[in-house]
């Protein structure tokens, strides 16, 4: 468990266990995190371009 620091805003995702889990699970799991970091930084800095997800 991470340490709480008076001020920060945390974000605490769900995450499956990509550990032993078959190719196309492990790149849901990719996927889904590419989406939610991408929507995060959507929101804390709008002005920012990402560039395309390595997922294709």
């Not at 996927?31 to 929507?39: A, E, N």
Request: charged share 25%; hydrophobic share 35%; with cysteine.
């Amino acid at each position: 468990e991470c340490p709480y620091v008076p001020g920060v805003t945390y974000v605490d995702w769900p995450v499956d266990d990509p550990g032993g889990q078959d190719p196309a699970t492990v790149r849901r799991i990719i996927g889904d995190l590419d989406q939610r970091v991408r929507g995060l930084v959507a929101e804390l800095a709008p002005d920012h371009d990402l560039p395309p997800s390595v997922l294709g």
